[in-house]
């Protein structure tokens, strides 16, 4: 998104500057500011004050908006934790272990939802608090099992489980 961006704003070698900021957006905290700082003094040296502020409120609203929104959502769906879980491990985290915690945070609540959570049926009742909406459907649709565990649904018998010594002569017989 920053690339095109910098594509659309006429910022020139934008892939590369998309490169840097896709790669320092890996790095807690200053990650954003450095990937922003070439792409924003290029925009200052090619078109002067305004296409520099240009970058920087680009790259700030396509950032805030991929940071804030889209990455928690698609993280927290492919770990089974909700968004709101997500932003609040992220917080928690960092808090707590700075930078190390705000690469570990998903890890870390995975982790401690594992031991605490998912290891005792008593506090199984977290579980759907801690999990999207689509796991939270699918733990309650199976009471026993826990956030890992796939749900399986009662089956009506079929046509082979009403007969079975029909089923046993069709599968022994060839054809």
């Not at 769906?77 to 928690?92: I, Q, R, W």
């Amino acid at each position: 998104m920053d690339t095109l961006a910098l594509i659309w704003l006429g910022v020139p070698v934008a892939v590369l500057w998309g490169l840097l900021a896709f790669i320092t957006n890996y790095i807690p905290n200053i990650g954003f500011v450095l990937g922003l700082v070439p792409p924003a003094l290029i925009g200052l040296l090619e078109g002067g004050p305004r296409l520099m502020l240009a970058v920087i409120a680009v790259y700030s609203v396509v950032n805030v908006v991929i940071q804030t929104f889209i990455q928690p959502k698609i993280v927290g769906d492919a770990v089974g934790l909700s968004v709101t879980v997500t932003m609040l491990s992220l917080v928690f985290w960092a808090a707590t272990l700075g930078a190390l915690g705000a690469l570990l945070a998903v890890p870390l609540t995975l982790f401690f939802k594992a031991v605490l959570v998912d290891a005792d049926p008593r506090t199984r009742w977290v579980g759907p608090l801690l999990s999207g909406p689509a796991d939270a459907g699918r733990d309650a649709a199976a009471p026993g099992a826990g956030a890992g565990a796939p749900a399986v649904a009662p089956t009506a018998p079929g046509p082979a489980e009403a007969r079975p010594a029909e089923a046993a002569r069709l599968l022994t017989e060839r054809p």
